[in-house]
């Protein structure tokens, strides 16, 4: 795993504490040291019961990665996710994610395809498969249930009693336009959303953390969605 998907990955990690994520919190039928919890199906409300996702209203969305390190600010990836319905594991129905992660720029770019299932009524992983291409080549790998790096993926099912307090409005230009948002701050994490009622998620999501000793802040971008 790269150093920029960790970067992400530290983001929703931060953002998901005490939060429960669709999938995320069983494993196989069989393994009784895990003890699964019904997925909610209600998202995190923010302000005016605005959710922080809500996806009733859109089935793709984008985001542009960047990482403020000192003065230092670069882009260091993209995220994309896709949302409708497949066969899959016994269900005709089952929920489907296609997640495009592109870590990097240019000639060293890696882009990492991830295609995963979900019990319609549980949000359980079902399992799925990954791709992951760069310079040197490609990499394949079907995705089990039971595959504990995956269960977490789906960073639009987040569903928690996470407090959020506002710190009232500010305007934030991100690739989607600029938007009169108001900025949430996590009473328990470094995490702060930017939004607005007119957006069904969040147009900017930050989340400060250290890797390896060096201290960094993650930026979220909305890029687009739709």
């Known amino acids: 795993m790269s150093k920029q998907y960790v970067i992400v990955l530290l983001l929703f990690v931060a953002l998901a504490a005490t939060v429960t994520m669709a999938g995320c919190t069983t494993g196989p039928a069989n393994n009784s040291t895990l003890k699964p919890t019904p997925a909610s199906t209600t998202t995190i409300k923010i302000g005016n019961d605005t959710a922080m996702f809500d996806k009733t209203r859109f089935h793709t969305f984008e985001y542009r990665i960047m990482a403020v390190a000192g003065n230092s600010t670069s882009q260091v990836g993209d995220i994309k996710a896709e949302y409708d319905t497949a066969s899959y594991g016994g269900f005709s129905n089952a929920s489907h994610m296609k997640e495009t992660i592109v870590e990097g720029q240019g000639a ?3 882009t990492t395809v991830n295609d995963l299932y979900y019990n319609p009524t549980t949000n359980f992983l079902l399992g799925g498969h990954a791709s992951r291409t760069n310079s040197s080549g490609s990499q394949e790998k079907d995705i089990k249930s039971s595959d504990t790096d995956y269960w977490n993926a789906d960073m639009s099912s987040i569903s928690s009693n996470v407090k959020f307090t506002s710190q009232g409005s500010e305007q934030v230009t991100v690739p989607k336009g600029t938007f009169a948002a108001t900025k949430y701050t996590s009473v328990d ?28 802040t993650t930026i979220m971008q909305l890029v687009n969605y739709a």
Do not use: F
């Open 108 to 110: 060293d770019a890696a």
């Open 189 to 216: 994490s470094a995490i702060s959303l930017w939004m607005t009622p007119s957006v069904p998620l969040p147009v900017q999501i930050s989340g400060a953390g250290n890797t390896n000793g060096v201290s960094y």
